[in-house]
């Protein structure tokens, strides 16, 4: 379900979990003040938990479902395992550590250089490539709680990106309308 978490920032992890489908799985730090952001997405491409390590390790963010749908699970001991008798699933996963290495690089640096309205195309770009359909089931308040800004501001830089014809907002979804566009602002 929506809002279910994997496991939390701290817990120890014990499992990796496989989104499916159109689940999306968002990596999330929280800080003291009770704001929170979010540092990587993962969809049917990925997995969260020990992806790297043996597991066990506690968790340096929490992994909470943003798009509800099926999960696989694997033990994390198993899985290391597989990863010693196999050096072809070894190097599998040594690769994606890779690549959610690079999009947690480049989320810090587009938080850091890009406005808002850069952001949140990537962002929603981002779950396109997830979930591989054009309507995004997202709402304001989960939009801008994976931006890290509050909701009134959000939905004035929706209303923004909707008259450049970018995106088409509507309950509880957001529509790409012209993602080459939309790449070149982001």
């Not at 496989?18 to 990587?40: H, K, N, W, Y």
């Not at 049917?44 to 968790?59: D, F, K, Q, Y």
Request: aromatic fraction near 4%.
């Amino acid at each position: 379900e929506r809002g279910a978490r994997l496991f939390a920032a701290g817990a120890e992890v014990s499992f990796i979990s496989f989104p499916c489908e159109q689940t999306v799985a968002t990596l999330i730090i929280a800080m003291r003040d009770g704001r929170s952001a979010e540092t990587a997405t993962v969809g049917r491409e990925g997995a969260v938990g020990g992806v790297v390590s043996a597991g066990c390790l506690p968790a340096s963010t929490s992994a909470v479902i943003q798009i509800p749908g099926k999960v696989l699970r694997i033990d994390a001991v198993r899985l290391q395992e597989a990863k010693r008798r196999s050096p072809a699933i070894a190097n599998l996963f040594t690769r994606y550590a890779d690549c959610l290495l690079a999009q947690v690089l480049q989320s810090v640096a587009c938080n850091a250089l890009h406005p808002i309205e850069g952001r949140c195309l990537r962002w929603l770009l981002t779950l396109q490539d997830r979930i591989g359909t054009p309507v995004l089931p997202v709402t304001h308040e989960l939009l801008a709680s994976m931006l890290g800004v509050q909701r009134t501001y959000l939905t004035r830089i929706l209303r923004t990106l909707q008259r450049q014809g970018l995106i088409e907002v509507g309950r509880g979804r957001i529509t790409i309308l012209n993602r080459p566009a939309m790449s070149e602002v982001a």
